[in-house]
């Protein structure tokens, strides 16, 4: 029986990574989610926008906790690295602060006006700010990175760097190759460097813990991406759970961190 060798059509390769399209009615979420951040954010007006480099989007929004030791939970947005910002997503901080924790949530420059590589090292910026800064804003304690979608990229990204003690990908997007093929890079513009590089699932494993999770309702690819990255790290000997979220798609696993003892609000008090 002859095999099928031919191409994938455009429009499947573009679907297995729309996650908008698969989850009809999210931007009603996260409207709803901008507007119950912005009361949260005006009651720490204080530590809001706080520069930490020289571009119009390197700014951070500090929660600081009950006490300036406590765990710090650092959280990068998603959006396929070209969409949203910082400020939709205080909201995201409710679970672990209700535990004492400080929240601190860095925005980044979205492509095409930077590259991902730009972005990666602007992550590491906030970082740095984060570590040498935080203590006169009163956030002084462990760094606990995360990030959802494009954020889980850059949060398992983030783990090598010295002030961070741990980290949870959510939804997170580990081999860059097949977003060449989509139509996500007309702004990304990925070079073969970049998916070489930046791809955590072709570099060494991090030795610090990494849990991973993903709703079991979404996207095969994204599922796969998962997996596989939680995979390679066991074979690496690296620590961390994975950990499906039972009927979440892609934006309601997000839900799992609003609430004091929501699944992804435990992930992250383990971690600590």
């Known amino acids: 029986m002859p095999i099928d060798v031919s191409p994938v059509p455009q429009d499947l390769r573009d679907a297995a990574y729309n996650n908008g399209q698969a989850v009809p009615g999210w931007g009603e979420k996260f409207a709803r989610w901008t507007e ?17 480099g020289p571009r119009e989007r390197n700014r951070i929004d500090l929660f600081p906790g009950v006490s300036p030791d406590a765990p710090c ?11 949203n910002s910082r400020d939709m997503f205080a909201v995201l901080g409710e679970g672990v602060t209700a535990h004492g924790w400080s929240v601190a949530i860095p925005g980044y420059t ?19 700010w ?15 990175v995360s990030g959802w979608s494009a954020g889980g990229h850059l949060a398992a990204m983030a783990l090598s760097h010295p002030g961070v003690r741990a980290g949870l990908a959510i939804s997170g997007l580990f081999e860059l190759a097949p977003l ?17 590089d930046l791809s955590p699932l072709r570099r060494p494993a991090v030795m610090k813990p990494l849990a991973i999770t993903y709703g079991d309702e979404e996207l ?12 390679a790290r066991a074979r690496q000997g690296a620590a961390g759970d994975l950990i499906p979220i039972a009927r979440a798609d892609h934006f309601s696993i997000l839900d799992e961190m609003r609430t004091r003892d929501g699944a992804l609000t435990r992930a992250l008090l383990a971690l600590a």
Do not use: Q
Not at 45 to 52: F, I
Not at 185 to 191: F, G, N, Q, R, S
């Open 36 to 52: 119950e951040s912005a009361a949260i954010r005006a009651r720490h007006a204080a530590t809001m926008d706080l520069p930490y």
């Open 73 to 83: 939970l650092v959280y990068f947005h998603g959006g396929y690295w070209m969409r």
């Open 110 to 128: 979205l492509a095409p006006d930077a590259s991902l590589s730009d972005i990666v090292a602007e992550c590491g910026a906030a970082l740095d």
């Open 130 to 144: 984060l570590t040498a800064s935080g203590v006169r804003h009163g956030v002084a304690g462990p760094l606990i």
């Open 180 to 196: 060449r093929d989509t139509y996500l890079d007309e702004k990304l513009k990925l070079t073969m460097t970049e998916i070489a």
């Open 220 to 231: 095969p690819a994204l599922v796969a991406n998962s997996h596989a990255m939680h995979a």
